[in-house]
């Protein structure tokens, strides 16, 4: 055969400005040197004023946060940036030479997640540009409800007419529901045939919507529609979400041609519905137990080489997101290492000014990419193609053989009900007992973020990963829309992270030969997060308390220790505003999608006016409350004095930095004071944690009074 000239199918960049930053982190790193310099000679100065407590204190936390900082350097250092080159990818693979792509969606429960949703998932990933006897979608669905069912045997059906008229009309996004709002925000298409179609897509899914919602409504799938399917009968042995068979059928598969042709008579995707077996008395590891089962029924029906996963709550926003990941699988030189490929998940939900920050900029936009500049980006748990090979078990060991196609000789020659009963063991809850899965095989079991120790585990197999973050966002998902799940979502992440910390693949002690220094760190920097709290809480508290009393922790103004302070306060201040504001702009405010059947309604009012929602009396609520009053106390006490009391000003040049921590403390809390004593909405803090906040903040700044 010739040879011809080479081209990569990706290409990687280095971030614009790295020389710069590195100059900066060293300044950094240096004043950081300097500031715990003069807190350990200060101890023993201050130890002689018999108040070591408080400079011990700081000193803890300034050590911690230096480190902090150290490591989080490591997913800064190297940004990388990746471009795949797509109409490579087709100049070199025919169609039916590219492998098969098995994409998941897993869903839990109908209440929160209404099957509208989730089938407005399942269409927009099912319509892919992609070869459709190529692709396969499976639904988990871990309430087995058979409104799910329901709802996607109507997809299934309304898919005949949708994913034409996407091809059709090259209609983007593929989510029905994502393409009727952006419709309405735009103009409408000008093309006569469009418009008639689209007219008569709109009225289909206007009804199947109907009827969905109308099942849901009455609790249950109406019985003409139920003797229409066998699949009902499925639901004849269920008794409760906790107690019931595997459900599985396949709704699309090229096995019935009859009913797996679209109106134009092309095939369409396999499309299948899976409920795992659950019984009470066994473990089912939640989302990573689904995953598990999905990847070895897969195995079975369709045992594509890659493997999409994506959660019920986003849809895919743009059609080419396959042919995108697979120009870094496909790559022949650097392609064979890469285990997964991790798409960052996106948020359509958000408010203008992100009000809970739900976007998370940092990491999407520059930690990940530092990440993936050491080896490897984490695995997040939802926009990922793995390699199913890695995510089975398989070892990289210098070259893996890059044969795409072989996937179809494992799938005997069954029809479709023999399929679907050999299925059903391969989903059964006792299928795991004694084997390696959730242990060396498929997703691991046992932490809160069962997908970044499943990534780092895949990594410590030698495989490496790439972030891909394309400007146009490939997955539109929904933020959470209230303060408290932001923070019940915050402490599940840190304590998940700290978990892996102790666990058997911990970056800090356990060997895991094949992940760089860099990328350990970054993992570190994760794992530590739920420990930051303990510093945090110290400066929070101690430099408020020893303002009210009268002891200085920070250098004077005209010292020259100020320096140093004042640098790293400068410096990371205006870092990491730049990382937002440059990112930020990216964020969409696009027509809200608000469905008051998921949300109060004026809840959802106060969410869209960035009215923080706090409602309920949650302790971290109270905590919040009496570090927020704690220090609005500190700082009325000390203006009063600043302004009553002869040579009151002199006194605070000394302590200029703490009158400043403690006013920048009460200014990020407003939103707290706010929901305290000014707002009357059902959103604000309730009164219980008001009382509570106010004793507990009162009574520290009288003990302390007459204790210090
Ligand atoms: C989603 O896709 C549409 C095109 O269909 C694009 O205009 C929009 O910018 C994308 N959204 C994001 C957040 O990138
Ligand atoms: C945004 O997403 C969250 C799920 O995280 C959901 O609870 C909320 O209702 C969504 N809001 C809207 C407006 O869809």
């Given at each position: 055969?010739?040879?011809?000239?080479?081209?990569?199918?990706?290409?990687?960049?280095r971030?614009r400005?790295?020389?710069?930053?590195?100059?900066?982190?060293i300044f950094m790193?240096?004043?950081?040197?300097?500031?715990?310099?003069?807190?350990?000679?200060?101890?023993t100065?201050?130890?002689?004023?018999g108040?070591?407590?408080?400079?011990?204190?700081?000193?803890?936390?300034?050590?911690?946060?230096?480190?902090?900082?150290?490591?989080?350097q490591?997913?800064?250092?190297?940004l990388?940036?990746?471009?795949?080159?797509?109409?490579?990818?087709?100049?070199?693979?025919?169609?039916m030479?590219?492998p098969?792509?098995?994409?998941?969606?897993?869903?839990a429960?109908?209440?929160?997640?209404?099957?509208?949703?989730?089938?407005n998932?399942?269409?927009?990933?099912?319509?892919?540009?992609y070869p459709?006897e190529?692709?396969?979608?499976?639904?988990?669905?871990?309430?087995?409800?058979?409104?799910?069912?329901?709802?996607?045997?109507e997809a299934?059906?309304?898919?005949?007419?949708?994913?034409?008229?996407?091809?059709?009309?090259?209609?983007?996004?593929?989510?029905?529901?994502?393409?009727?709002?952006?419709?309405?925000?735009?103009t409408?298409?000008?093309?006569?045939?469009?418009?008639?179609?689209?007219?008569?897509?709109?009225?289909?899914?206007?009804?199947?919507?109907?009827?969905?919602?109308?099942?849901a409504?009455?609790g249950?799938?109406?019985?003409?529609?139920?003797?229409?399917?066998s699949?009902?009968?499925?639901?004849?042995?269920y008794?409760?979400r906790?107690?019931?068979?595997?459900?599985?059928?396949?709704?699309?598969?090229?096995?019935?041609?009859?009913?797996?042709?679209?109106v134009?008579?092309?095939?369409?995707?396999?499309?299948v519905?899976?409920?795992?077996?659950?019984?009470?008395?066994?473990?089912?590891?939640?989302?990573?137990?689904?995953?598990?089962a999905?990847?070895?029924?897969?195995?079975?029906?369709?045992?594509?080489?890659?493997?999409?996963?994506?959660?019920?709550?986003?849809?895919?926003n743009?059609?080419?997101?396959?042919?995108?990941?697979?120009?870094?699988?496909?790559?022949?030189?650097?392609?064979?290492?890469?285990a997964?490929?991790?798409?960052?998940?996106?948020?359509?939900?958000?408010?203008?000014?992100?009000?809970?920050?739900?976007?998370?900029?940092?990491?999407?936009?520059?930690?990940?990419?530092?990440?993936?500049?050491?080896?490897?980006?984490l695995?997040?748990?939802?926009?990922?193609?793995?390699?199913?090979?890695?995510?089975?078990?398989?070892k990289?060991?210098?070259?893996?053989?890059?044969?795409?196609?072989?996937?179809n000789?494992?799938?005997?020659?069954?029809?479709?009900?023999?399929?679907?009963?050999?299925?059903?063991?391969?989903?059964?809850?006792?299928?795991?007992?004694?084997?390696?899965?959730?242990?060396e095989?498929?997703?691991?079991?046992?932490?809160?973020?069962?997908?970044?120790?499943?990534?780092?585990?895949?990594?410590?197999?030698?495989?490496?990963?790439?972030y891909?973050?394309?400007?146009?966002?490939?997955?539109?998902?929904?933020?959470?829309?209230?303060?408290l799940?932001?923070?019940v979502?915050h402490?599940?992440?840190?304590?998940?992270?700290?978990q892996?910390?102790?666990?058997?693949y911990?970056?800090?002690?356990?060997?895991?030969?094949?992940i760089?220094l860099?990328?350990?760190?970054?993992?570190?920097?994760?794992?530590?997060?739920?420990t930051?709290?303990?510093?945090?809480?110290?400066?929070?508290?101690?430099?408020?308390?020893?303002?009210l009393v009268?002891?200085?922790?920070?250098?004077?103004?005209?010292?020259?220790?100020?320096?140093?302070?004042?640098f790293?306060?400068?410096?990371?201040?205006?870092?990491?505003l730049?990382?937002?504001?440059i990112?930020?702009?990216?964020?969409?405010?696009?027509?809200?999608?608000?469905?008051?059947?998921?949300?109060?309604?004026?809840?959802?009012?106060?969410?869209?006016?960035?009215?923080?929602?706090?409602?309920?009396?949650?302790?971290?609520?109270?905590?919040?409350?009496?570090?927020?009053?704690?220090n609005?106390?500190?700082?009325?006490?000390?203006?009063?004095?600043?302004?009553?009391?002869?040579?009151?000003?002199?006194?605070?040049?000394?302590?200029?930095?703490?009158?400043?921590?403690?006013?920048?403390?009460?200014?990020?809390?407003?939103?707290?004071?706010?929901?305290?004593?000014?707002?009357k909405?059902?959103?604000?803090?309730?009164?219980?944690?008001?009382?509570?906040?106010?004793?507990?903040?009162?009574?520290?700044?009288v003990?302390?009074?007459?204790?210090?």
């Amino acid at each position: 055969m010739e040879r011809r000239e080479y081209y990569s199918l990706f290409e990687t960049t280095r971030a614009r400005g790295w020389l710069i930053y590195r100059v900066f982190a060293i300044f950094m790193f240096v004043a950081i040197c300097f500031i715990w310099f003069y807190r350990l000679s200060n101890i023993t100065i201050n130890g002689e004023d018999g108040k070591p407590w408080a400079s011990l204190g700081l000193f803890g936390a300034e050590l911690w946060f230096g480190l902090s900082w150290l490591f989080s350097q490591a997913l800064r250092w190297n940004l990388v940036f990746r471009k795949p080159f797509k109409s490579r990818l087709s100049q070199r693979y025919e169609e039916m030479n590219l492998p098969g792509v098995d994409i998941y969606v897993c869903t839990a429960d109908p209440d929160i997640e209404p099957p509208i949703m989730v089938i407005n998932t399942v269409l927009s990933v099912m319509a892919y540009d992609y070869p459709v006897e190529k692709l396969s979608v499976y639904l988990s669905d871990d309430a087995a409800s058979d409104i799910t069912f329901y709802a996607l045997l109507e997809a299934s059906t309304f898919a005949k007419h949708w994913l034409p008229f996407c091809k059709r009309f090259e209609v983007e996004p593929r989510s029905p529901l994502a393409y009727f709002n952006t419709l309405a925000s735009k103009t409408y298409p000008h093309h006569h045939n469009h418009a008639k179609d689209l007219e008569a897509i709109k009225k289909l899914y206007e009804n199947m919507k109907i009827r969905i919602e109308d099942a849901a409504k009455l609790g249950g799938v109406p019985k003409e529609t139920r003797s229409k399917h066998s699949g009902f009968s499925l639901w004849d042995s269920y008794t409760s979400r906790r107690d019931h068979n595997t459900i599985i059928q396949i709704l699309l598969h090229e096995k019935d041609p009859q009913n797996s042709k679209d109106v134009d008579g092309f095939n369409l995707p396999t499309l299948v519905y899976l409920a795992r077996e659950k019984r009470p008395q066994h473990h089912h590891n939640f989302k990573a137990g689904a995953m598990n089962a999905l990847i070895r029924v897969s195995s079975k029906i369709s045992n594509a080489k890659v493997i999409l996963n994506v959660d019920c709550d986003m849809y895919s926003n743009s059609s080419q997101s396959v042919k995108d990941a697979l120009c870094f699988f496909m790559d022949e030189e650097k392609g064979q290492e890469i285990a997964f490929v991790q798409f960052p998940q996106s948020f359509e939900n958000v408010t203008k000014n992100d009000l809970y920050g739900s976007s998370l900029i940092p990491v999407t936009e520059v930690e990940l990419h530092g990440a993936d500049g050491y080896g490897g980006p984490l695995y997040i748990g939802t926009c990922c193609f793995h390699r199913r090979d890695a995510l089975c078990g398989k070892k990289y060991n210098g070259r893996s053989t890059n044969d795409w196609m072989s996937e179809n000789s494992h799938v005997i020659e069954t029809n479709l009900q023999e399929l679907e009963e050999q299925s059903k063991a391969l989903a059964c809850s006792t299928y795991e007992e004694n084997t390696l899965w959730g242990k060396e095989m498929g997703l691991r079991y046992g932490c809160l973020v069962e997908d970044v120790i499943t990534g780092l585990s895949i990594q410590s197999q030698g495989w490496k990963s790439v972030y891909y973050n394309p400007t146009r966002k490939a997955f539109l998902g929904l933020a959470p829309t209230t303060l408290l799940q932001t923070l019940v979502q915050h402490k599940r992440w840190a304590e998940g992270e700290l978990q892996i910390l102790f666990s058997n693949y911990s970056p800090a002690w356990c060997s895991l030969r094949s992940i760089s220094l860099g990328l350990r760190m970054g993992y570190l920097h994760y794992n530590l997060w739920a420990t930051t709290c303990f510093p945090t809480l110290c400066y929070s508290i101690i430099p408020s308390l020893c303002l009210l009393v009268g002891i200085p922790l920070f250098p004077k103004i005209y010292s020259p220790w100020f320096i140093p302070f004042a640098f790293v306060i400068l410096g990371e201040s205006i870092h990491n505003l730049s990382e937002f504001l440059i990112f930020g702009g990216t964020i969409q405010d696009s027509p809200f999608i608000i469905t008051a059947k998921f949300m109060d309604e004026d809840v959802s009012q106060r969410y869209e006016k960035e009215v923080m929602e706090f409602g309920a009396s949650s302790p971290l609520f109270t905590v919040l409350a009496t570090l927020a009053v704690f220090n609005l106390f500190c700082l009325l006490a000390t203006l009063k004095e600043l302004v009553l009391s002869e040579g009151g000003v002199r006194a605070y040049e000394e302590m200029l930095l703490q009158v400043l921590l403690c006013g920048f403390l009460v200014f990020i809390n407003v939103p707290i004071y706010q929901g305290l004593f000014l707002r009357k909405d059902k959103g604000s803090l309730p009164t219980s944690v008001a009382i509570k906040s106010i004793a507990l903040a009162l009574s520290a700044c009288v003990l302390s009074k007459i204790f210090i």
